[in-house]
């Protein structure tokens, strides 16, 4: 299995990583490594690439923590739990090392965040950045200077078309949204995300963003290339 490691987190004490569509089990449109229950794809093969994803970050797959992802602001602590998290929420936060949190995605942005004590990973679509998931997130920790944050792989803003009512709740942030046919407009989901975490009092230099997209959905799934889809996985733990 494939995945892509974050190694500027190591000096905060979190080892992260995000999955991508590659080293799995699972066939047609959800090939080959869907981490989603959701989507239609067979149980089974789900519980299999979630298996090996717990693998590869040091945890049990029951140590391996997702949520009913909602488009909402909900932040679920994840510091006490054992396991089997039924719960709709957005984002992960954790301050302990017996669990791995994930978010899944196949267009929005996955964000990390960390401090030197806590890790948090969130899942924020135009429906969470205009609501107050990252905010949530953010107010977990102990102060904002000292949080660093990387945004993962999501759609561009050259590929995300959105109409007024979508493109409206965000002009107000520099160089979210560019015109595009008619009254439809294309929105930097990154850039908004950004904003927002500056705005909250993070260091520029503690943010970060990164170059790949989902743009294709060869590399990573993407709901705006291909329906049906899977979903990948933004995947972190404290290190023990």
């Given at each position: 299995m494939r995945v892509h490691a974050v190694p500027s987190f190591a000096p905060l004490g979190v080892?992260?990583?995000?999955?991508?569509?590659?080293?799995?089990?699972?066939?047609?449109?959800?090939?080959?490594?869907?981490l989603a229950l959701h989507v239609g794809d067979d149980e089974h093969d789900v519980l299999e690439n979630r298996q090996r994803v717990a693998g590869a970050i040091g945890a049990t797959i029951d140590s391996l923590l997702f949520v009913n992802q909602v488009h909402g602001d909900r932040v679920f602590d994840a510091s006490t739990s054992n396991g089997n998290v039924d719960a709709d929420a957005d984002a992960l936060f954790c301050s302990t090392p017996h669990v791995a949190l994930a978010i899944l995605v196949a267009d929005c942005v996955p964000i990390l965040l960390a401090d030197d004590h806590h890790v948090a990973v969130v899942h924020a679509g135009w429906r969470g950045l205009r609501s107050s998931v990252i905010s949530n997130a953010v107010g977990k920790f102990t102060g904002s200077r000292n949080i660093h944050a990387l945004l993962g792989p999501s759609i561009s803003r050259d590929h995300y078309e959105v109409g007024p009512e979508v493109a409206d709740l965000f002009r107000h942030v520099p160089n979210a949204i560019i015109n595009g046919s008619g009254d439809r407009s294309?929105?930097?989901?990154?850039?908004v995300a950004a904003h927002q975490l500056l705005a909250l009092g993070l260091n520029d230099a503690n943010v970060a963003i990164a170059a790949a997209s989902t743009d294709s959905g060869v590399t990573f799934f993407s709901d705006r290339a291909f329906r049906p889809c899977g979903r990948f996985a933004l995947v972190a733990k404290r290190s023990s």
């Open positions: 080892d992260a990583f995000f999955t991508d569509r590659s080293g799995g089990v699972s066939e047609g449109p959800y090939a080959s490594l869907n294309f929105l930097d989901l990154r850039g």
